[in-house]
């Protein structure tokens, strides 16, 4: 312990002879460390909002979409004006799957809504079932909510979403108000909780909810639903059941082998996976940047090892002639070599924890500390530090008191 | 009494690309506990590559040599490091203090290659650092010291592990006369505490202090004359 502080003194004393050198050797790994350290959290911060996000939508929630869908992404609505998925699809899963916690078809549409002079001219109309709000993950606020009976007997109510009601009410509480929606005077029962938008950018709280069989009966006079929203048993049920229900449904369509699917079981994920795409790219070269930034700050080490080496010939060789061995030499100058990049890569990981907060904080993140990103950050400038250090201490091993006597007197 | 230092027909020759030149051509010497010697010559006839030896170092080419009744000749540098760690002290003509530690940290580095650091390290390099009189100059970096001074330090330092040998290889060579007297009594004051000391000169003034002196010309001895 007594050995190392003396030793980093003297280090630290010699490297002052090379002020400008050191600063741009832990300047490299200062840069390297932050690039990891950032990279890592605003990863973790992506992940958990993508997590958030799906949640949102519904927990454990596939959903299955008439039509074909070609493009995913953040702005790909999932809308499709094929008509062939059916209530009977929707009671096959919930009876015959049993990873299907709950499942909830449900058809839309826009509709103008009216309400004494206001008129407000297409709003998405939702019918729903009961479940939905636990299956879709909507809550209300005030009110009461759609029960079976609603639905049985296709009474026509209404829950409606904070923006439309604000439309429509203003400040007025809307609850058994009746408004008419196209041409069918609904009474509303209860107003949503706000959900802000969804990946897509939709505004989740400009819309309004009746009873499925009230939409299919009175609004569309159609047997066929949009979606059907099945919610899995647990996560780890979810990628079976994606395959069950394709299967089953592939029966219940009568769709042949080498024939196409006509309904989509759309992966959460992949919606997703544009932003993630984007935030990989990021990764990638925020890891160039670190790779290179940390080659420069060993090169940098390199030479300055080298030339400290070279100007400590003397104390090498005394402590040689005192009693060191080959390798407390070569410890000594692994240590300080790896004591100068881990100095800057201290100051990087702070630089980088503080950075990648602020970022988080500006895109609306959560936040999100990657340990995994600091133990690399960490472990990448120490090794950095050791193999710049690894050729001058070995160089170091060579120096021989005999030779420094001689060439001084 | 067994010697302490004990060569037996020592060989040293330097390989310089494809000559080889014959430095020391077939030493015997021994050297007895306690004794004082000094080794002169003219330059150039190996009294440093002679030290060297007896220092450990380097190794013979040939020969037989035996440290405080051990073989040196093929240890490995392991085993090297710990013979001069813990028999041997050096005083160099260039004192060789670390510039960028202190007084005190320079006479404590031995004891930094010592499995066996005791835990009064410190208190016993004081109290060397107060014999030679630099107790008060013990946190100053070595610069600020004389030349008479920084050689004391290295004194210090050379007997910081308690060594039976002290090697001291022109150690007035950068020093007036005056504190060249001071530096010889000062061996002389260790050497009858017990300590064997060799110096290596071609100063007869300083030669004056020991008690034995070796001449070496051509890389033999040849003259040996006590007092
Ligand atoms: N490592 C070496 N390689 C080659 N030649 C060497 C080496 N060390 C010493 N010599 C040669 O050996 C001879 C004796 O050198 P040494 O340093 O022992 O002399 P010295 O008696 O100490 O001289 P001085 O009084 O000048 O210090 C010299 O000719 C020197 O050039
Ligand atoms: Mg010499």
Known sequence: MKRTLLNLKIALGSLGNFKLRTALAVLGVFFGTLSLVVVGNLSDSLALKTEQEIANLGNNLIIVVSGQIHRYGPNTPLISRATNLTLGDAEAIAISLPAAARVSPSGFKAFPVRRGNTVLKAIAVNGVTPDFSEVRNFEIAEGSPITEEDDRLQRKVALIGRTTAEKLFGEENPVGKTILIWRVPCQIIGVMAEKGADIAGNDQDNQLFIPLKTFLRNFVNLENVNIIYVQAASVEAIDPLRGEIEALLRVRHGIRKDMKDDFSVVDLKEVTALKSQAMDLISVLGRIAAAASFLIGALGILSIMILIVNERRVEIGIRRAVGSRKRDIILQFLMESSFISVSGGAIGMAAGLLMSLAIARVLGYPSSISVRGLLTAFAASVASGILAGIYPSLKATTIHPVDIIRSKG | ?227
């Open chain 2, 1 to 227: 009494m067994t010697p302490l230092c004990l060569m037996e027909d020592v060989r040293k020759t330097f390989r310089m690309g494809d000559d080889a030149v014959e430095v020391l051509k077939g030493i015997d010497l021994a050297v007895a506990p306690g004794e004082f010697a000094a080794i002169m010559g003219t330059s150039g006839s190996g009294k440093s590559t002679l030290m060297n030896l007896i220092g450990c170092l380097d190794v013979p080419t040939s020969g037989r040599y035996l440290l405080a009744g051990r073989e040196v000749l093929g240890l490995q540098d392991d085993d090297l490091s710990e013979l001069r760690n813990a028999h041997i002290g050096f005083v160099f003509q260039s004192f060789y203090l670390l510039p960028y530690a202190t007084v005190l940290e320079n006479v404590l580095l031995p004891t930094l290659y010592r499995e066996s650091a005791k835990d009064h390290a410190e208190d016993h390099a004081i109290e060397l650092l107060r014999l030679v009189g630099l107790e008060a100059r013990m946190r100053f970096r070595p610069n600020r010291l004389s030349g008479g001074e920084q050689q004391r330090a290295a004194i210090c330092r050379a007997l910081m592990n308690d060594p039976e040998l002290l090697l001291a290889d022109e150690p007035t060579g950068q020093l007036d006369s005056r504190t060249a007297a001071e530096i010889m009594n000062l061996l002389a004051k260790m050497n009858e505490r017990g300590k064997t000391v060799i110096v290596v000169t071609h100063d007869p003034a300083i030669a004056a202090y020991a008690k034995r002196i070796i001449r070496i010309r051509d890389g033999v001895i040849v003259d040996e004359q006590a007092d």
